[in-house]
């Protein structure tokens, strides 16, 4: 009860706010939409003992620019593949729910560098059972514009840390490539 609790006063105002200024922004042509191919690695820790698995996802994220170099971001994303941390155990993401704030440094006329930070929830399955937690996202990249509207984009991501059973813990990051369109 109390982890909803935290999770609804944490994303409710950050996606009414989100809706808020994309709203404004499309209007001014500052909106954008993107999506990803996420290469994940997520790692478990349980006393001294690592599995690895590297499952595939997508990324969706719709946003705006509210002042020249800085904006904000809503995040959705789901699994598309699972892998094996053990013979018996697989690793996926399930889906992942977030907003982010966004700062932008322009290298040219046809390039960026950004940063990204900002909170999630991220529901995943270890093994057979399945686990989710809020936390802190961040990532950086950069991106190259195909044309006045479209760029190609390529970041490395942290997600949420989420903690497990006997004290482990499950550590997620991933290569993102994906493509934006502003609007």
């Given at each position: 009860?109390?982890?909803?609790f ?45 599995y ?21 971001e ?20 399930n ?50 514009r ?7 984009v ?23 490539l994906?493509?934006r369109?502003?609007?």
């Amino acid at each position: 009860m109390r982890t909803q609790f935290v999770k609804s006063v944490i994303f409710m105002p950050l996606a009414a706010a989100l809706l808020g200024v994309a709203s404004s922004a499309v209007a001014k042509e500052k909106g954008y939409s993107e999506i990803y191919y996420m290469h994940m690695d997520m790692e478990v820790t349980s006393g001294s003992t690592k599995y690895d698995a590297k499952p595939g996802s997508i990324q969706l994220r719709l946003g705006t620019t509210f002042a020249e170099f800085i904006g904000i971001e809503g995040v959705f994303a789901f699994g598309i593949t699972d892998d094996d941390f053990t013979t018996d155990n697989k690793g996926k993401l399930n889906t992942l729910f977030g907003a982010n704030a966004v700062g932008t440094i322009p290298l040219g006329e046809k390039a960026d560098l950004f940063g990204r930070v900002g909170g999630a929830q991220m529901d995943v399955d270890v093994g057979k059972q399945s686990y989710d937690d809020t936390g802190i996202m961040y990532s950086v990249g950069f991106d190259i514009r195909t044309s006045r509207y479209g760029a190609v984009v390529m970041e490395y991501q942290v997600l949420p840390e989420i903690d497990l059973p006997e004290g482990g813990k499950l550590e997620t990051s991933s290569i993102n490539l994906g493509y934006r369109l502003r609007f």
